[in-house]
Structure formats: structure tokens, C-alpha cells
């Protein structure tokens, strides 16, 4: 349930070397950093709402800055198993009914293009779409997800969120007394990364 929403996660991209971002088209490779990183859902059980995230996520991409900049070798992989909802007992349904971690562990992501880059009112920042395919609990899907991109000395930062229904990636839809839950849930993220030294 939840899950598809990391995924989405997914993606993304964190901190160049500022000689790298400012003045040169140089391509630079970049490691996700995890401490600074987040993947979150918010889900309607329609009775309440509630939110799951985590920050066990890896990946790698390489950056040519630009303009526009262009993204290559991007995928992002999360730990189904770390999504927190902030209920032990709601956790453990979600990875064991729903997420089914011990077959599917993992949720990953794969960039294939950015479309559509546009400079922001800042020069260093840029709204685009990443599309590439999403893979969760075994099944792979073509997404869009509407970002923004910061180009920072020293970082790179992403942020973006996007609808994903659990039915597309067949996640059974959870129940609260005979209630059936939202089968959508909006995914969300905000990643940073930095170039490998």
C-alpha cells in the first residue's frame, strides 16, 4: 500500500562540486546521501489520515548540470521494510499483508528522462518531470513525477510528489472495520545528493 509511494521516490538527486554546477558542463557522478533524504506517503484511511516514511534509501546518478541540466544512470532503491507509519501494529500489516517485504524488499526507481525543464525564478533551480519505471511489490510501471531540482555548491536537492494507486502495482487495498481505504495515495519526497569523491 504504502509502498508504491517510496518509490517514488524515488529519485533522486543531491550535491555537486560548486566548480562542477557553476560554469562547467562537465558530467559528475552523485551518491544519494540518506541522512538528508526522505521518501514519505500520505494515505486516507476514511476514518483518518495517516503518513509513512523512510529515510533507507540509496542512489546513485550521473549529473551534466547544463543548462537544462541532464540526468543519466539514475535509480533509487528503498527498504520496503523501513516505511513508518508511527504504529508497531499498523507497520507490521503493511509490510506483511500488503507490502509482502519478504518477497518484494525492495522498492526502486529508474530515471529514464527528464522532460520538460524549465529555470524557476532562481537561476539554479529547475521544474521538470522525471519519467522513468517504477517497481513495486514485483511489478513494473511507467510514472511521471513533476519535480523541482536545485544546483547548489557542494548539493543537489529534489523535490516532487505524485499520486500512485496501489491496484496499478497490485497492492491489496487495506480495510478499517469493513471500510475499504483510498486505494490512492499521494507520495512525496525530498532528496539530496553529492558528488562521489
Do not use: C
Amino acid at each position: 500500500m504504502i509502498r508504491t509511494a517510496f518509490v517514488l521516490v524515488l529519485i533522486s538527486m543531491g550535491s555537486v562540486g560548486s566548480g562542477a554546477i557553476a560554469g562547467s558542463d562537465a558530467a559528475v557522478q552523485f551518491r544519494l546521501h540518506a541522512p538528508e533524504s526522505r521518501v514519505w506517503f500520505d494515505a486516507d484511511a476514511r476514518l483518518h489520515r495517516f503518513r509513512g516514511e523512510t529515510q533507507q534509501l540509496t542512489g546513485n546518478f550521473t549529473l551534466r548540470p547544463g543548462p537544462p541540466p541532464q540526468l543519466a544512470d539514475a535509480t533509487v532503491t528503498i527498504d520496503a521494510a523501513s516505511l513508518d507509519t508511527g504504529h508497531p501494529e499498523r507497520n507490521a500489516d503493511m509490510r506483511q499483508d500488503f507490502l509482502e517485504v519478504g518477497g518484494f524488499p525492495t522498492i526502486a526507481f529508474r530515471v529514464g528522462e527528464l522532460l520538460m525543464p524549465r529555470p524557476t525564478g532562481n537561476p539554479a533551480s529547475w521544474d521538470l518531470v522525471l519519467q522513468g519505471k517504477l517497481t513495486v511489490h514485483g511489478i513494473t510501471r511507467d510514472v511521471k513525477v513533476p519535480t523541482t531540482v536545485t544546483l547548489a555548491a557542494e548539493q543537489v536537492t529534489a523535490r516532487g510528489q505524485t499520486h500512485l494507486d496501489m491496484r496499478d502495482y497490485n497492492i491489496r487495498v487495506p480495510r478499517l472495520l469493513l471500510i475499504p481505504m483510498n486505494s490512492e495515495v499521494l507520495v512525496g519526497f525530498e532528496v539530496v545528493a553529492r558528488p562521489v569523491r
